[in-house]
């Protein structure tokens, strides 16, 4: 028997499109190895959406991922409108075995999904922000266990999964959790470790499109900082973003004045880098921007490690956890892969849908 499975979908950015792009792609393999035919009823970027109760055609679905990656909004189709909120969107698009996917970068969307598990429906995030508001609506979103995160902490690598259907249940006793979940830190922290200077090294991230637009929002940290909250909330820690020490890697009277200011003012912080990549070096450290969790407390920031433990080893944009347990006491259980990029992340959010609907 056929099961289908009707996703309604908020974000069509980079992640967003590449997850259209796998669902269509997988459509045939999963009708034969799990019996799902998996269809789109409704889409949704900032200001507009497109619905269909019986399901959009591949034309259709093709025709708004060409609109989209050519900067046009929905509503410039015929099939699609702007809308209103995106709890209408819920409303209207309501029925049997809907999965609500969250792949934007906003913190409005909680209360559609919210509403959504009030329904009954699955809901599948790559969007942080809902997960790191308040401890409360954390705990109100995951409640049911019909919602699932695993893309918002190092993309496709399974750390979320590992840490709920592994250690949680088996009872295991969670000694520490340590963490690089930047591709981009890791880029600037294997390239110190490499003798280069850390103003070049911000600069080709940003050239390479690792950072954002202003390299301050990945170089304050507070994107790991999110991820560490949504580890520590995972563990059952009623932890608030607050009360996680965040070290940003340029200093407070930097954080103010163009993002061309900035990288002009880059080159003065490069030999205090230099210095504590070599005062690291002379204890056979190296650093990394790492997430800390341990004793109920969370921290982020830059850090040495032993050159020889994972962390150390770790190169250039890949994430890597690192979980030290009971069980995993003599050497930690470490999981390490590429941790940014939109298809690692499309396929972490496909995986998470189909767990719920299998
Ligand atoms: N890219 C990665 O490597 C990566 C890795 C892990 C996790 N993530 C997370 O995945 C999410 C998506 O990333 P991205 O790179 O695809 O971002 P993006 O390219 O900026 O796309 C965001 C999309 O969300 C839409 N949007 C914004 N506000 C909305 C709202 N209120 N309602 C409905 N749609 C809204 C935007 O609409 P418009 O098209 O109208 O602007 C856009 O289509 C983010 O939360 C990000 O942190 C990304």
């Known amino acids: ?85 995106l709890e209408d969107i819920v409303d209207i698009a309501g029925g049997e075995d809907v999965v609500v996917v969250d792949v934007t970068a906003s913190d409005e969307t909680t209360p559609a999904l919210l509403l959504a598990l009030e329904r009954g429906y699955a809901v599948v995030l790559a969007n942080k922000k809902p997960l790191a508001g308040s401890f409360e609506t ?12 695993e893309a918002t902490v190092g993309a496709g690598v399974p750390v979320i999964a590992t840490l709920r259907e592994a250690i949680i ?66 563990l059952g820690w009623p932890l608030e973003l607050k009360h996680i020490p965040v070290e940003s890697l340029f200093p407070a009277d930097m954080s103010s004045g163009s993002v061309q200011a ?32 341990a004793d109920g407390a969370a921290t982020v920031g830059l850090r040495e490690v032993p050159k020889e433990s994972a962390l150390g080893q770790l190169r250039g944009s890949d994430n890597l956890a690192a979980f030290h347990t009971e069980v995993y006491n003599q050497t930690p259980l470490v999981l390490q892969g590429r941790g940014a990029g939109v298809h690692g992340t499309a396929a972490g959010v496909l995986a998470d849908i189909i767990a719920l609907v299998r």
Request: hydrophobic share 40%.
């Open 138 to 149: 954390f705990r109100q979103l995951t409640q049911s266990g019909r919602l699932r995160y």
């Open 169 to 234: 249940p088996s009872f295991d006793r969670v000694f520490r959790i340590e963490g690089c979940f930047s591709g981009t830190l890791g880029f600037l922290t294997t390239g110190l470790e490499e003798g280069r200077l850390f103003s070049e090294l911000v600069r080709e991230a940003q050239e390479l499109g690792y950072t954002e637009p202003d390299p301050r929002e990945d170089l304050g940290g507070m994107d790991v900082a999110r991820k560490a909250l949504i580890l520590a909330r995972t």
């Open 1 to 85: 028997m056929m099961k289908t499975i009707s996703l309604i979908q908020f974000g069509l950015g980079g992640v967003g499109r590449a997850l259209v792009e796998r669902v269509l792609a997988a459509r045939d393999e999963f009708e034969w190895r799990y019996g799902l035919h998996v269809r789109y009823i409704a889409l949704c970027d900032s200001r507009s959406a497109a619905i269909d109760l019986d399901g959009f055609s591949f034309t259709q679905l093709r025709r708004m991922l060409a609109a989209k990656e050519q900067g046009q909004s929905l509503e410039d189709l015929e099939f699609g409108y702007k809308r209103e909120s």
């Open 262 to 293: 900035f990288l002009q003012a880059l080159p003065r912080l490069d030999e205090s880098y230099r210095q504590k990549v070599e005062a690291a070096r002379t204890r056979g450290h190296t650093l990394r921007y790492v997430a800390r969790l």
